[in-house]
């Protein structure tokens, strides 16, 4: 089973900066089964990045995702208000099963 | 546009099973490459993936939970069935169904806005 560890736990910062969450698996994963989700307290998940690198339908561009094999990045360009939430990462692999990550917060500073 | 809602119970007692409903709208799950999932999240906990059917009645659960799962659809209702067996205090979670898009398309996208499920006598 592969598992995949976010970090950091936590990310604190201030609107208009960058954020830079990481997700590194324990075997190599496809990028193209890589993906990102948002979750928002008391809100079902959004898809935010699919195949390590592209955006979902509705997602504004200051997200974005980029990595291959064990290691994984969202980053934020500038941070709005409403992008301070819980990032997940997921993946899916050749044992045919899905995983997440056990999450980033991002919290304002 | 898609959309899926979850019902069942929302408190069971330990022991007893859970029957859980996901009811969706603006997909066939009889479309080629097209699946629904089941993730849940303990509160304040992380998600985990629980099952998730394909629309050639294939099925996959997590190897931790496979025996205590099932998965089902009735296609002609637009409904995929979850049950698990033996719940305790600590499946206490918000249960969630979930659109999986296309052939190869391993994500989720949208999810159900999930039903909370407390295990307690």
């Known amino acids: 089973e592969i598992v995949l560890t976010q970090s950091p736990g936590t990310l604190s910062l201030s609107p208009g900066e960058r954020a830079t969450l990481s997700c590194r698996a324990s075997q190599s994963v496809s990028s193209s089964y890589l993906a990102w989700y948002q979750q928002k307290p008391g809100q079902a998940p959004r898809l935010l990045i699919y195949?390590?690198?592209s955006r979902a339908t509705g997602i504004p561009d200051r997200f974005s995702g980029s990595g291959s094999g064990t290691d994984f990045t969202l980053t934020i360009s500038r941070l709005e208000p409403e992008d301070f939430a819980v990032y997940y990462c997921q993946q899916y692999g050749s044992s045919l099963m899905y995983t997440f990550g056990q999450g980033t917060k991002l919290e304002i500073k | 546009q898609i959309t899926l809602k979850e019902s069942g119970p929302t408190l069971v007692k330990p022991t007893q099973t859970l029957t859980l409903t996901c009811t969706f709208s603006?997909?066939?799950?009889?479309?080629?490459?097209?699946?629904v999932g089941w993730i849940r999240q303990p509160p304040g906990k992380a998600l985990e993936w629980l099952a998730l059917?394909?629309?050639?009645?294939?099925?996959r659960y997590s190897p931790s939970l496979k025996s205590r799962l099932t998965i089902t659809k009735d296609t002609s209702k637009n409904q995929v069935v979850l049950t698990m067996t033996n719940m305790d205090p600590v499946d206490t979670a918000t249960y969630y169904c979930?659109?999986?898009?296309?052939?190869?398309?391993?994500?989720?996208?949208?999810w159900g806005q999930g039903t909370l499920v407390t295990v307690s006598s």
């Open positions: 059917i394909y629309w050639n009645d294939d099925k």
């Open positions: 195949g390590a690198s």
């Open positions: 979930a659109h999986r898009p296309a052939y190869w398309d391993n994500w989720f996208d949208p």
């Open positions: 603006g997909f066939s799950l009889s479309t080629s490459g097209v699946g």
